[in-house]
């Protein structure tokens, strides 16, 4: 059982808005503002998309965008397009003796 | 640009070890802490290991600890997971991570290591 608490899948047709929760506890996601977000193609290495919970890495559309609101953080990806389908994995730093913790994934159908 | 190359990966026994490389480019190595990061078949992210830039400070996850060992040669730009007491669980690809701050900004293609008898 992974650490942080990620949807098994959310879907949404293009153009829409879709959001991806991620809930953890006050040791993790709600004690610090390191939480990051990864997609995955199939087959492809995971890529950075959000970082400290709002942050964009440069060349990441601004259709992504991250917040946080006590132990649940959340990832918003407006405008879907087709080629937004993957896994999502959020991560999050932690105080316990496992410093760095992955959300389950979360799978995005585009309709 | 940014690149790191994992290699070492295989099929080993249980009980058998392997030693994972990863070759980096594209950024300043000694400066920068390092991550592996495993995905078993079918299944999400797990955090392993983290060294610090200079080798000072090692943390790992409860699963491989005591029978994993992360290490970096600076001088050659070069990140190692020595993998002991392999069991079937291990299997997974592994990625080298590059860290920033709290984060994993780049990734590796990663390397399959497959524990069966």
């Known amino acids: 059982q992974s650490a942080l608490t990620q949807p098994a899948s959310v879907s949404g047709s293009p153009g829409q808005s879709i959001t991806i929760s991620c809930t953890g506890t006050?040791?993790?996601?709600?004690?610090?503002?390191?939480v990051s977000w990864y997609q995955q193609h199939p087959g492809k290495a995971p890529k950075l998309m959000i970082y400290?919970?709002?942050n964009r890495p440069s060349g990441v559309s601004n259709r992504f965008s991250g917040s946080k609101s006590g132990n649940t953080a959340s990832l918003t990806i407006s405008g879907l397009q087709a080629e937004d389908e993957g896994e999502f994995y959020c991560?999050?730093?932690?105080?316990?003796?496992?410093?760095?913790?992955f959300g389950g994934g979360t799978k995005l159908t585009v309709l | 640009q940014v690149q790191l190359v994992e290699s070492g990966g295989g099929v080993v026994q249980p009980g058998g070890s392997l030693r994972l490389s990863c070759v980096v480019s594209?950024?300043?190595?000694?400066?920068?802490?390092m991550h592996w990061v495993r995905q078993a078949p079918g299944k999400g992210l797990e955090w392993v290991a983290f060294?610090?830039?200079?080798?000072?400070?090692?943390y790992y996850a409860d699963s491989v600890k005591g029978r994993f060992t992360i290490s970096r040669d600076n001088s050659k730009d070069t990140l190692f997971l020595q993998m002991n007491s392999l069991r079937a669980e291990d299997t997974a690809v592994y990625y080298c991570?590059?860290?920033?701050?709290?984060?994993?900004?780049?990734w590796g293609q990663g390397t399959l290591v497959t524990v069966s008898s």
């Open positions: 991560s999050s730093y932690t105080s316990t003796n496992t410093p760095w913790v």
């Open positions: 006050s040791s993790d996601v709600g004690g610090y503002n390191y």
């Open positions: 060294i610090r830039y200079d080798g000072s400070n090692k």
């Open positions: 594209g950024f300043i190595f000694n400066s920068y802490g």
């Open positions: 991570t590059k860290a920033d701050g709290n984060y994993f900004d780049y």
């Open positions: 400290d919970v709002t």
